[in-house]
């Protein structure tokens, strides 16, 4: 029986990956942004995640599509950007949900996908080369499941 044993995990880490994915969905506003361990107002952006799919937009300019890819390993919540044109092409992160905020810790600049990079450990950007991005959960109502 160890295929059924081997089904039942991977359907707990699917519906894990769900529930995450869930907790996600709405538009976001990016409010600060941490660079070099300073942390300074963000430029006017707003993420919008629909199902596995992230649009970011800086007023109502899209500035890039990606699919969302989610994993969670050694009790890090793992998230890739995924280039839709180009899915090899992928921006790493690490992110966190804290009361209204989504708080992304990224490999490298924003939109950076070069081979490279090393996934974020933690949160921190001194000497990193990472930077962590905050985002304010637009409407609180929608949040709440």
Not at 33 to 54: L, M, N, Q, S, Y
Request: overall charge positive; some cysteine.
């Amino acid at each position: 029986m160890p295929s059924a044993l081997f089904l039942s995990i991977i359907l707990v880490i699917s519906n894990s990956q769900d529930d995450e994915l869930a907790k996600l969905q709405g538009t976001w506003i990016a409010e600060h942004i941490e660079e070099h361990g300073k942390k300074t107002e963000a430029e006017p952006i707003r993420f919008k995640i629909e199902g596995d799919a992230v649009k970011v937009y800086e007023n109502a300019k899209l500035l890039m599509r990606r699919k969302i890819g989610l994993s969670i390993k050694n009790m890090r919540n793992m998230v890739d950007l995924i280039d839709l044109n180009r899915p090899e092409k992928k921006m790493m992160a690490i992110y966190k949900l804290e009361e209204d905020y989504l708080v992304f810790c990224v490999a490298g600049d924003f939109g950076d996908t070069s081979d490279n990079r090393e996934r974020p450990v933690g949160f921190q950007t001194t000497g990193t080369g990472h930077f962590v991005l905050y985002l304010k959960k637009k409407d609180k109502k929608s949040s709440k499941k």
